[in-house]
């Protein structure tokens, strides 16, 4: 039998998972509610699609100001990424032809933001020359690096972890039990309740982040950032992908790693501990523990996203892919304009 030549035009939600399920299974998150889950008012989502109505790529849009301009831009948590879902055999031909119809041109706007995002992603590569060919002026700006782990080559080598890191890791645990039973706790968004985000928050209240004047990066002491994890948690696919553990000294919540696994790949979104625990490193006992549980399930990649490379250096990581932030602009002299700006973070 042959395929349908029109494909029925789907609700945004349906198309957005349906192309979420055709991407790189490493951004299978990137599902309806990762974007609804904020809770934005502005969110809309510009859809382009083949002539046989079939969707190739979905922009999921908010209104953000960046500097005197108001663009649109891809919604979603700033970690992993904030991709868009593209249906991974969408040629650069077909996708920019989506892009200029009318109504996704008009969605997106004289400027349009994705960002931050993975700058060697298949899915991205082909967005942005797709766009280009579409008419908009693409600026480009340096946010950082990822650190990721290559577990399956850290295990083949045989010395990750060290026998003396293994070593030094029971002194640790068995000082820390000194103050009271030490036990590690795994979750999941499809089970975790109140009692593991009030643990989280706890924690990252008392590390150093928490200490922070601006209250830091916190992902659950945040409540506006808790909320987000939360809702998007109702997604039953994207609740199986959440996960991470728990130490436990005695009644105390001490150390928490959180993130997300897709595809090949566990993103660490966020890990921390309690500074009163600080002598014996007990988010580096919960790290190796979370590496190694995800080496053990399968996992071939820790994503540790940006930052800090010398401690993650030391437990394994490397520098990997560079992670930009892209502004579309429609008008010529304003991409003009704008590039200087935009490529200083002025914008």
Known sequence: MNAPSHFPVAEPTDAIDTLA?????????LRARWFEAS??????????????????????????????????????????????????????????????KSGTARALGTVWRIGPVVADDPSLVTLRNAASQAGWHCLERAVGALFCLDLVALRASGTWPSTKGKQKDRWRVRQ??????????????????????????????????????EGGDTKFADPALR??????????????????????????????????????????????????????????????????DAADRGFARIDWGLGDGGYKSAMGAHADAAVIDLLFVRNPLLARIAAPLWRRGSA
């Not at 100001?65 to 649109?72: A, F």
């Not at 999941?188 to 706890?202: F, K, L, N, V």
Request: with cysteine; proline share 6%; aromatic share 10%.
């Open 21 to 29: 399920e055709a991407d790189d299974p490493r951004r299978s998150f």
């Open 176 to 213: 820390l039990e000194k103050s009271g039973p030490v036990r590690i706790e795994r979750f999941t968004g499809r089970d975790w309740t109140d009692r593991e985000r009030d643990a989280i928050a706890a924690i990252e209240a008392a590390s150093w982040v928490g200490q922070l004047d």
């Open 39 to 100: 809770g934005d008012p502005t969110l809309s989502t510009a859809i382009a699609r083949a002539p046989s109505g079939r969707p190739l790529a979905a922009l999921p849009l908010v209104t953000k100001s960046v500097g005197p301009l108001r663009v649109r831009q891809v919604a979603g948590a700033y970690w992993p990424f904030r991709g868009a879902p593209v249906d991974s055999a969408a040629s650069v031909d077909a996708l920019a032809e989506g892009l200029c």
């Open 227 to 292: 909320r987000y994890w939360e809702h998007a948690s109702q997604d039953r696919t994207i609740a199986a992908m959440i996960g991470g553990f728990i130490l436990w000294v005695g009644d105390t919540p001490a150390a928490f790693t959180f993130g997300l696994e897709s595809g090949d790949t566990r993103y660490c979104i966020a890990n921390n501990f309690d500074r009163q625990f600080h002598k014996f490193s007990p988010g580096r006992v919960l790290l190796y523990h979370d590496f190694e």
